[in-house]
């Protein structure tokens, strides 16, 4: 199964950077792609500018490890879908992590 990792280091606190990633909405500030969010329970719902929508479920989200993990159930063509985003301390600053993985719906 295809797997994809992305790291970068930011010069912010590893708190400020944490209640980024954990605000289900902040997404549309730090990637472009979505221009709306709506979050419903544990859900967040994306539309990107041509009216395509996303919907992901949060499957967990652990305060001391500043981890969440998500999982994508309509709106892309996959299936067996996993994201991970973690913040991890740097001196100074901080190191976010996403790490995903998939099965394309269609092989070919």
């Known amino acids: 199964?295809?797997?994809?990792?992305?790291?970068?280091?930011?010069?912010?606190?590893?708190?400020?950077?944490?209640?980024?990633?954990r605000d289900p909405c902040a997404i549309t500030r730090w990637y472009p792609?979505?221009?709306?969010?709506h979050p419903v329970r544990d859900m967040r719902i994306l539309e990107r500018a041509d009216g395509v929508k996303l919907q992901e479920r949060f499957l967990s989200r652990?305060?001391?490890t500043m981890t969440l993990t998500s999982t994508v159930m309509s709106g892309l063509p996959v299936t067996d879908h996993l994201n991970v985003f973690r913040v991890e301390p740097?001196?100074?600053?901080?190191?976010?992590t996403w790490w995903t993985r998939a099965e394309a719906e269609d092989p070919a």
Do not use: K, N
């Open 90 to 96: 740097l001196h100074p600053g901080c190191r976010v």
């Open 1 to 21: 199964m295809p797997e994809f990792e992305v790291a970068v280091d930011v010069a912010v606190a590893p708190e400020t950077a944490w209640e980024v990633i």
């Open 33 to 37: 792609v979505y221009v709306r969010c």
């Open 62 to 64: 652990d305060e001391d």
